[in-house]
């Protein structure tokens, strides 16, 4: 196949924008009509994706890049990570994972996965649902926690301790910005990084959404549909964890 040199161009002028910005707006119209043409879009789909481990999407009027899943150069490291999220560790990492998928279970938990099932998930509520997890891996046989770490690949147990050693949210609290060491601040700060990445919007600190590019990651790019399927329907209802035999 034959490309024309302008529409290479094109196709690095996009990928290079969005590197820099990691989005273009509606208003840069000249950009989204040049990734409307199919041989701009060729050029970045067989090409520039593949090479990069990139991928660039179009979802409400805007255009995206997000790095592959493995991707090492343009991806988040962990280190880099816990300092967007101020966490301690790899434990603590893990934990704001765990809080993620519980808040994707939220809202993707209906037969038809495709469309989300509601529009807001108060932090109260997602408090209520990661702890009742928690507590079915502290009181699980430790080998279904074995078989369950296999398939989230997951350290649960090390989930588990990290969040039972931060204090219960204090329902007195009435500025959690303030309030720095509990659950619903250590999950909101997970959440005010979903919401710098353009992911997830935070509702005076008390309920979150999602925003159309979490919604297009999900149902296009980071879920294959078994795994993606399988992952959602766990976190929608309780754990299938066998609770330890008395002696």
Sequence with gaps: ?????????????IFMKLLEKGVIDESQ????YNYSRAEVRNILEEIIEKEADVKTFSTAGKLYLSPGVANRIFGYKNA?????????????????????LNL?????????QSLASRQFV?????????SRHINTIMEADPEEVDMQEDNFRINLRSVAEVWLDIPAFDDKITNLKRALN??????????????????????EDREVRLLPK????????????????????LLSGPLPLLAKELS
């Design 80 to 100: 880099e990570l816990r300092e967007k999220m101020s966490l301690r560790n790899n434990s603590e990492l893990y934990l704001a994972y765990f809080v993620i």
């Design 122 to 130: 108060p932090l109260e509520e997602m408090e209520e649902t990661v």
């Design 214 to 233: 979490m919604e297009h990651l999900v149902l296009k790019y980071y879920f294959n549909s078994h795994r993606k399927d399988y992952l959602l329907q």
């Design 1 to 13: 196949m034959e490309w024309h040199e302008d529409d290479v161009r094109w196709a690095f002028r």
């Design 29 to 32: 119209r000249e950009y989204h």
């Design 104 to 112: 994707l279970a939220k809202f993707y938990n209906s037969d038809d």
């Design 182 to 203: 509990n659950r619903i601040s250590f999950m909101l700060r997970v959440m005010k990084f979903l919401e710098e990445e353009g992911l997830a919007q935070v509702l």
